[in-house]
Structures are given as structure tokens and as C-alpha cells.
């Protein structure tokens, strides 16, 4: 065998080898769900709104957003108010888009808290287009009672 005949076949041999390594760790990593957080952290809720957004659980995700009161000097004014059927359809509307949620830093202030997030969105932007999207979002909450809900945002704009 030529000695540029060998070289070919071990750079295909190399080849072979890291893409198997390759499918082999992207099979095997990322594959375990997170630890839950408790539920009357802050934290804790927006996980499980993500994960119930997630998992199409629209009745479980909307019940960790607080009511919203249009006559609330803090409301901003001309801001959509969401009944549970429009967040729904807005939260249908977003299509199959696939997602994924970082939680980020935390902090709490009273009976006020806010959760910053990195939110990656995957979506086939053309061979030289980048198919993933970060949006960092932060989520507001108050704490109403010993339960922690989000009032800030409401929508799923992130996925759209």
C-alpha cells in the first residue's frame, strides 16, 4: 500500500472514530432531567412553568402566573390582560418550536423576586444561518401567601 493510500485511510479511520465518540456522547449526556427545585422558591416555580409550558401542560403552567389586576396603579397601562383561554392560544400559536431554559441568577427583595434566564431556541435558519436563538428573559414574581407566582412576563414571546 502507498504510503498516501495509508495516510487516507487513517485520516477516514479518524474520522469514523470521532463521529461515533460524537453520537456516542450526545446519546448518553443531557439525557437526565433536572433535580426539581422546591416549589415555594422562586426558582423553583419558573422551572416548573417551563416545564409544564414544555410538556403542552397549559392548565399547570398558567396556574403559577398571578392574577392580573388592570386597576393596579403598577399595571402598565395598555398591556394585554390574559384570560387563560387567550394565554392558551397564544401558547398554541407558538408552533413546535424546540427550547430549552437556563435559570440564571436569583434575587429576592420582600415579598418581590426576579429570575434571570437564558432561553435557547432551535430552528433551521439555512445552512449558513445560526439555528439557535438566545433570548435572556427575566421573570418577575410576587409572593402572594407562601406561594411565589410570576407576574412578569406573561406571554411566551421567547418561543415565537
Known amino acids: 500500500m502507498k504510503t498516501s493510500s495509508r495516510a487516507l485511510l487513517g485520516f477516514g479511520i479518524g474520522i469514523v ?6 453520537i456516542g456522547l450526545v446519546l448518553t449526556l443531557g439525557k437526565g432531567n433536572p433535580p426539581l427545585l422546591a ?10 412553568y417551563m416545564i409544564a409550558i414544555q410538556g403542552k401542560n397549559y392548565q399547570a403552567a398558567y396556574t403559577y402566573l398571578a392574577p392580573v389586576d388592570p386597576n ?7 398591556s394585554p390582560i390574559y ?7 397564544s401558547a ?17 427583595s420582600g415579598d418581590t423576586a426576579n429570575v434571570d434566564t437564558i432561553i435557547d431556541t432551535f430552528r433551521p435558519n439555512g445552512p449558513f444561518g ?25 406571554d411566551l414571546y421567547w418561543l415565537y
Open 72 to 78: 393596579d396603579p403598577n399595571y402598565p397601562k395598555g
Open 92 to 108: 398554541q400559536n407558538s408552533g413546535n418550536t424546540t427550547w430549552r431554559a437556563n435559570l440564571g441568577k436569583v434575587s429576592i
Open 83 to 89: 384570560s387563560f383561554e387567550n394565554w392558551v392560544m
Open 39 to 48: 416549589e415555594n422558591t422562586p426558582q423553583g416555580v419558573v422551572q416548573r
Open 17 to 22: 472514530v470521532l463521529v461515533m465518540i460524537t
Open 130 to 154: 445560526n439555528p439557535v436563538n438566545s433570548h435572556s428573559v427575566t421573570f418577575f414574581l410576587k409572593k402572594v401567601g407562601a406561594n411565589w407566582l410570576i407576574t412578569s412576563p406573561m
